[in-house]
T-cell receptor, first 116, second 114 residues
Framework: DTGVSQNPRHKITKRGQNVTFRCDPI?????LYWYRQTLGQGPEFLTY????????KSRLLSDRFSAERPKGSFSTLEIQRTEQGDSAMYLC??????????????FGPGTRLTVL | GENVEQHPSTLSVQEGDSAVIKCTYS??????FPWYKQELGKRPQLIID?????GEKKDQRIAVTLNKTAKHFSLHITETQPEDSAVYFC?????????????FGAGTRLAVHP
């Protein structure tokens, strides 16, 4: 499968624990996005990477959240001291960086986080 | 702030009928408008997109129209089939700096009944 992959697919954790998710983008895609999707809502933008540089972070991304893309390939999203409100589907998307504004984002299957 | 409103939230049609989903965006600088289809338990998949220099785009049974003045864009599905049943999301983006931070609508759950 050459699409975007995410691991784990499901994560159940207790409040206060730290969790880390991984996203592997489509090979050679230099752009990587993280979104969060709650039940009955559309995905909400969290952060964006161009290669290894994190160029934009949403105000939704509190200081408990941190994302990295150390070598410009895979990315990790860590949530520290999880809260029940963090329960959601975390989606990763990647794109090739086509110029001119039409830069299709391909989504991964997501990691569903449940905080008890 | 940036916002995309999507209507209706649910839509039920008979197989063969047409379905129309409408979105309104707030950021007048938006210039890229993709539509994603998300089946239950699966990832969002792009079905069609349109840029602001085009008023309409069609791909087989799917078409999208854009009215930049009114900041409206719509998805039209003709001759609906049961496999069209899914949640559809519209999105808008500025394409600032060459990348597309997508602002999504809340989604429309489409049910096509045989």
């Amino acid at each position: 499968d050459t699409g975007v992959s995410q691991n784990p697919r499901h994560k159940i954790t207790k409040r206060g624990q730290n969790v880390t998710f991984r996203c592997d983008p489509i090979s050679e895609h230099n752009r990587l996005y993280w979104y969060r999707q709650t039940l009955g809502q559309g995905p909400e933008f969290l952060t964006y990477f161009q290669n290894e540089a994190q160029l934009e972070k949403s105000r939704l991304l509190s200081d408990r959240f941190s994302a990295e893309r150390p070598k410009g390939s895979f990315s990790t999203l860590e949530i520290q001291r999880t809260e029940q409100g963090d329960s959601a589907m975390y989606l990763c998307a990647s794109s090739s960086g086509t110029s001119g504004g039409r830069d299709t984002q391909y989504f991964g299957p997501g990691t569903r986080l449940t905080v008890l | 702030g940036e916002n995309v409103e999507q209507h209706p939230s649910t839509l039920s049609v008979q197989e063969g009928d047409s379905a129309v989903i409408k979105c309104t965006y707030s950021d007048s600088a938006s210039n890229y408008f993709p539509w994603y289809k998300q089946e239950l338990g699966k990832r969002p998949q792009l079905i069609i997109d349109i840029r602001s220099n085009v008023g309409e785009k069609k791909d087989q049974r799917i078409a999208v129209t854009l009215n930049k003045t009114a900041k409206h864009f719509s998805l039209h599905i003709t001759e609906t089939q049961p496999e069209d049943s899914a949640v559809y999301f519209c999105a808008a983006s500025r394409g600032t700096g060459g990348y597309n931070k997508l602002i999504f609508g809340a989604g429309t759950r489409l049910a096509v009944h045989p």
